[in-house]
């Protein structure tokens, strides 16, 4: 079964400095894989997912995220963080044939002034 | 923007009630999935429902119970409340089988069981 490691469980980043979110899998085939923002009291959002083509993948709000095979990685990236990007951020890995999809543990985010 | 909605959003309840968690989807979609999230930990999944009349437990055991008589409809019940059922439920749905299809959050319950 697949699984999804997120190595940093709070990164704190000053407003305007650049951000990247760490994400590992682990999945014997091609994975589907997911990037979720989750504000306070909220459900998740979608932020960009990777199913094939490109290894780079540009979501909503300026995020983006590279695939990288070799490593097993899906790190989120952001060139410059705002106020309203402090949340919660979840990594997640499907596949066409399983039936759940697995979700890391989270990264808060906490941006400062 | 998805369109899944669950009610209520709040909810604090004493032991022993039977309570209904409502999750409701105007996508069409066909799988429907219910989360139990804790804070610092990863969501677990507790049913799911590839479509009317299918019900299916997760990988987390949960004394809840779930019915799918309406495609856009997904109900999550816990017969008896317990202090240890306090935690949020998310609800959510895809618009194919398999994991591949991407799934689209309701924006959560949050249930107290004093």
């Known amino acids: 079964a697949q699984s999804v490691t997120q190595p940093d469980i709070h990164i704190t980043v000053s407003e305007g400095a650049s951000l990247e979110l760490r994400c590992n899998y682990s999945y014997g085939a091609t994975p589907y894989l997911f990037w979720y923002v989750q504000s306070p009291g909220q459900g998740l959002q979608l932020l960009l997912k990777y199913f094939s083509g490109d290894t780079l993948v540009q979501g909503i709000k300026g995020f983006e995220a590279e695939f990288k095979r070799s490593q097993s990685s899906f790190n989120l990236r952001k060139p410059s963080v705002h106020w309203s990007d402090a949340a919660e951020y979840f990594c997640?890995?499907?596949?066409?044939?399983?039936?759940?999809?697995?979700f890391g543990a989270g990264t808060r985010l906490t941006v400062k002034p | 923007e998805a369109d899944i909605y669950q009610t209520p959003r709040y909810l604090v309840i004493g032991t022993g009630k039977k309570i209904t968690l409502e999750c409701s989807q105007t996508m069409g979609h066909d799988k429907m999935y219910w989360y139990q999230q804790d804070p610092g930990m990863e969501l677990h999944l507790i049913h799911y429902s590839y479509g009317v009349n299918s019900t299916e437990k997760g990988d987390l055991s949960s004394e809840s119970t779930v019915s799918r008589i309406r495609t856009e409809h997904f109900p999550l019940t816990l017969e008896s409340a317990r202090p240890s059922h306090t935690s949020q439920y998310l609800c959510a749905s895809s618009e194919r089988q398999g994991a591949g299809g991407t799934q689209y959050f309701g924006p959560g319950t949050r249930l107290l069981v004093l």
């Open positions: 997640a890995v499907g596949s066409l044939n399983n039936n759940d999809m697995r």
